[in-house]
Each structure stands twice: as structure tokens, then as C-alpha cells.
């Protein structure tokens, strides 16, 4: 079985900074593709940045700038640096991880439970 759990969410208010984590635990052979996610309450789901195993990076237009992922494969982590929020940044945060949890397997995505971030104005 694969777990992603997410920490690091919290109230801060704008201009601030978060740090978000997301640990993977279980068996797994090997890590692909990490992302993060965010939904905001009535909206859709959204990419927010992404990680490629050998370290290139992508980013929403509404975060490019402001907020830094990187990964720690040893660890099996994944990081979200946001600063300068803003409350549009306001939503629930989601770890999104591609990986093998066996040699001969093609690969799965599974997410995390959530992490709360709330930026006040």
C-alpha cells in the first residue's frame, strides 16, 4: 500500500510564507513524476507546480515566481515553497505523486488527504 500525507498548511496572512511537505511511505521502487494540486472551495482542482524525476520543474502562470518546488528522493519528499501569498491562494493543497512500486510496474498516481492553506488579506 502507498501513503501521501501532506503537513505545513496554516493561516497566514498575505505577503507571508508556508512551507508545504508531502512524505510518500510504502513500497515503492521508484518516483516519477511529483505534483502539487489545489482546490479552492468551488472550484475546480489545479496544478500547481511539478517536479520531473531528474529535477526540471513547471509552475502555473499564477504561481511562477512565488512559489519553489523541489524533491528529496531519499526521503521520498516533496516540497511546496510559497511565498508572497496572496488570498487567492486560499485552498486545500494536494500532494499528486507518479511512481513504480514494483520493477515490472507501469506506474500509478495516487494524492494525498490535503493540507489547508488560508491566507488572509
Known amino acids: 500500500q502507498v501513503q501521501l500525507v501532506e503537513s505545513g498548511g496554516g493561516l497566514v496572512q498575505a505577503g507571508g510564507s508556508l512551507r508545504l511537505s508531502c512524505v510518500a511511505s510504502?513500497?515503492?521502487?521508484?518516483?516519477?513524476?511529483m505534483n502539487w494540486y489545489r482546490q479552492a472551495p468551488g472550484k475546480q482542482r489545479e496544478f500547481v507546480a511539478g517536479i520531473a524525476r531528474g529535477g526540471s520543474t513547471k509552475y502555473a502562470d499564477s504561481v511562477m515566481g512565488r512559489f519553489t518546488i523541489s524533491r528529496d528522493d531519499a526521503r521520498r519528499m516533496v516540497y511546496l515553497q510559497m511565498d508572497n501569498l496572496v488570498p487567492e491562494d486560499t485552498a486545500v493543497y494536494y500532494c499528486?505523486?507518479?511512481?513504480?512500486?514494483?520493477?515490472?510496474?507501469?506506474?500509478?498516481?495516487?494524492w494525498g488527504q490535503g493540507t489547508q492553506v488560508t491566507v488572509s488579506s
Open positions: 510504502g513500497s515503492i521502487f521508484s518516483i516519477n513524476v
Open positions: 499528486n505523486v507518479n511512481l513504480r512500486r514494483f520493477y515490472t510496474d507501469s506506474g500509478a498516481t495516487y
